[in-house]
């Protein structure tokens, strides 16, 4: 279950409530709604000195949905879990509208307009793909909305990579990767008139 985050006057974080706890504090008219999504209360009463728990985010990359989670790092229990959708394959698309939009623009008949046919892309140190680097960008700007709402003290990411043809083969080594399933296979095609 998700439980309520919670701010004080000062919009500092304070612990994640119950829901139950949440609607007493509403109904009381000690707090009133700060955000919808995620689920946030602003409290009318200042709070001093308050008892904040430490949380962890914990994040589950994916190359389609990303999964976050937010555990309490005393009690081990989960305040807060969501599935982040990604628009990776929104970005490829709207890039190749874009890409088509140009090449019709310079295969045009314009008598005036200036050829620019130089390469001005960019990939410098660090250069990520834009499907790839909205990926990121999707799951910091997450982070750091909900670290807005609650108290973060620490982050934790799951970095998994898979060997598909040893889950297949155990034993596999060497030379074994590059001789697949279809090794020796004939793929070409010839003439036969030649």
Not at 37 to 42: C, H, N, R
Not at 163 to 184: R, S
Request: net charge positive; hydrophobic share 40%; aromatic share 8%.
């Amino acid at each position: 279950m998700s439980k309520v985050f919670v701010i004080d006057t000062n919009y500092q974080p304070l612990n994640p409530v119950h829901p139950g706890r949440a609607r007493m504090l509403l109904k009381e008219g000690k707090a009133s709604i700060f955000r919808r999504y995620p689920f946030t209360l602003i409290l009318k009463i200042e709070v001093r000195e308050p008892a904040v728990q430490p949380l962890r985010v914990k994040i589950d990359p994916g190359s389609k949905i990303t999964g976050i989670a937010i555990v309490n790092d005393v009690s081990g229990e989960v305040v807060f879990a969501a599935e982040l959708s990604h628009r990776g394959h929104a970005v490829k698309a709207s890039l190749d509208d874009r890409r088509v939009v140009r090449r019709s623009r310079r295969n045009r008949k314009t008598r005036y307009r200036k050829a620019r046919w130089a390469n001005r892309r960019n990939k410098k140190k660090g250069w990520l793909p834009p499907s790839l680097g909205s990926r990121g960008a999707n799951v910091l700007t997450w982070v750091a909305r909900l670290s807005r709402v609650c108290p973060i003290t620490a982050i934790s990411m799951e970095l998994v990579r898979f060997d598909l043809q040893q889950m297949e083969n155990p034993e596999i080594a060497g030379v074994e990767y590059q001789q697949g399933t279809l090794a020796g296979y004939e793929v070409r095609e010839y003439c036969a008139m030649c």
